[in-house]
């Protein structure tokens, strides 16, 4: 039987790569701005995967070990977690017009994962949206991010 399914480095797109390399600026900014945090969060989550996929642009896999993020274009094999958020809802959120839980309840925002892992995710984008928000760099990294995607 063949597989149905092309190799992962046949299955990155150009948005994948694109994508990846935004997440990737904006996880080292807020490492930057904010080691302590970022150090707190990457001992919670140590040793999760995710695919997470920006509906209709593109998809990348993060996994967190040894005190760093690592962000890649495409899917990963054997993720633990899937999140999906729809574009335009993306959108929203980052302008300030919906919350991410009432995207979720809207159903613009799909997640699975362990429901530990889930509130404790929450729990994280609660309090660090205020800290992200108030960073100049993270600002500008979310203009210029809205600006080419969204």
Avoid: C, W
Wanted: hydrophobic fraction near 45%.
């Amino acid at each position: 039987m063949s597989d149905d399914f092309a190799p992962r480095a046949a299955s990155v797109t150009p948005n994948d790569k694109a994508l990846a390399a935004h997440v990737k600026r904006g996880v080292a900014n807020f490492r930057t701005d904010n080691p302590v945090e970022f150090q707190e969060m990457v001992g919670e989550f140590d040793g999760r995967r995710a695919n997470v996929a920006v509906l209709g642009f593109g998809r990348i896999n993060v996994r967190v070990g040894g005190g760093d993020v690592v962000i890649e274009p495409g899917l990963g094999p054997d993720e633990m977690m899937h999140g999906a958020v729809y574009l335009e809802a993306a959108q929203a959120i980052a302008s300030g017009v919906l919350t991410p839980l009432q995207a979720y309840f809207r159903g613009d925002v799909i997640v699975r994962a362990p429901a530990g892992d889930l509130h404790n995710g929450y729990g994280f984008f609660v309090r660090f949206a205020e800290l992200a928000f108030a960073s100049a760099r993270m600002r500008t990294q979310l203009d210029e991010l809205r600006d080419e995607f969204l």
